[in-house]
Nanobody
Framework: DVQLVESGGGSVQAGGSLRLSCQAS????????MGWFRQAPGKEREGLAA????????VYADSVKGRFTISQDNAKNKVYLQINDLKTEDIGMYSC????????????????WGQGTQVTVS
């Protein structure tokens, strides 16, 4: 079975940085998009960034371009999300997932969600 486990969240001051990790197991990784998503308190889950595993193709939501960077380590089966210049609007639960459908950043197109990692900014 596909399993995704996120880590790296925490409580940071505004302007700080975090690198979130998504450890993947249980499937042949390449040529599938892995995505990062955020669910802020009281809001719907939103797509942030996605990367084509085994390749260099990435896509970002307009709202995070320039501050968020998605990357991967194929040898470790990990996908990362680097977040710089953290803002209070970045507060939320961050999750990774594997694309099963056709839309690149729509949560409805993704599955095998991890449990998430919480980011708090003060």
């Amino acid at each position: 079975d596909v399993q995704l486990v996120e880590s790296g969240g925490g409580s940071v001051q505004a302007g700080g940085s975090l690198r979130l990790s998504c450890q993947a197991s249980g499937y042949t990784r390449n040529w599938r998009y892995m995505g990062w998503f955020r669910q802020a308190p009281g809001k719907e889950r939103e797509g942030l960034a996605a990367i084509l595993t085994g390749a260099t193709s990435t896509v970002y939501a307009d709202s995070v371009k320039g501050r968020f960077t998605i990357s991967q380590d194929n040898a470790k089966n990990k996908v990362y999300l680097q977040i710089n210049d953290l803002k209070t609007e970045d507060i939320g639960m961050y999750s990774c997932a594997l694309r099963l459908g056709t839309c690149l950043l729509s949560p409805a197109s993704f599955g095998y969600w991890g449990q998430g990692t919480q980011v708090t900014v003060s």
